[in-house]
């Protein structure tokens, strides 16, 4: 199956077409990001027999020309929000890549890391406002299947709430990698810095026959 089946599929459940309805009168009615047309980016630049990681968001940013489908991603020439500096920085502190120039991260998912957040629409400068309207169980099916059809995929679970997301990955299967969020507040309380997610996926990927992100 591909993304476009799963996604074909799903949209034909009553929970989708309630969601539907919403979203559309959102962005009929509000300033809605990310841009219709990249609500689905993060399926789009990786497709499903490409995954080899999963990174779980929350909420797309919520603030004018960041948000691009993508979790912790933002546009070319936007500056990084300070979740995205973190992990940047975590990044170069655990296998050396220099900070980039830019915080579009599709660079990552076209090399098989699916950046998937929880709920992919927001409401302009209201983080959570499209939350408990059905994402949730589109963004879960998606894990699932992932979860159920593949094997020796590295799950990123950043904070509680993507660990509670991450509840239903088989452990058997796959390698998940908990810590804290690397949002400015768990950074600086020791959550976050240190995690070595990136070495460890590689590790584990290489160990698995699968070629290396280069984070």
């Known amino acids: ?3 476009k089946q799963f996604i074909e599929a799903e949209q034909q459940k009553e929970y989708y077409q309630q969601l539907k309805r919403f979203v559309e009168h959102e962005y009929a009615t509000q300033t809605v990001f990310p ?16 995954v080899k990681v999963v ?3 929350q909420d797309p940013y919520h603030g004018y020309g960041q948000a691009n489908g993508l979790s912790f991603s ?9 979740s995205l500096r973190n992990i940047f920085a975590e990044v170069s502190n655990d296998v050396g890549a220099p ?26 400068a209201s983080p959570g406002s499209h939350q408990k309207q059905g994402w949730e169980i ?19 679970l950043w904070g509680n709430y993507a660990q509670k997301k991450g509840k239903i990955v088989d452990r058997n ?7 804290g969020h690397p949002s400015p507040m768990s950074a600086n309380q020791g959550k976050w810095f240190g995690n070595k997610h990136f070495s460890q996926a590689n590790q584990y990927l290489s160990a698995n026959g699968k070629e290396p992100i280069f984070w």
């Open 55 to 57: 990174i779980l968001g």
């Open 35 to 50: 841009p219709k047309e990249f609500i689905f980016n993060a399926f789009r630049w990786c497709k499903l027999d490409d």
């Open 74 to 82: 933002v546009n070319d020439g936007i500056p990084f929000p300070p």
């Open 138 to 156: 589109f963004t879960e099916a998606a894990i699932e299947k992932i979860s159920s059809e593949k094997e020796g995929v590295v799950f990123m």
């Open 173 to 179: 299967k796959h390698l998940v990698l908990n810590s």
């Open 99 to 124: 900070i980039p120039p830019s915080g579009n991260l599709e660079r990552w998912a076209k090399q098989g890391v699916l950046l998937l957040n929880d709920v992919l629409t927001v409401r302009q």
């Open 1 to 3: 199956m591909t993304w």
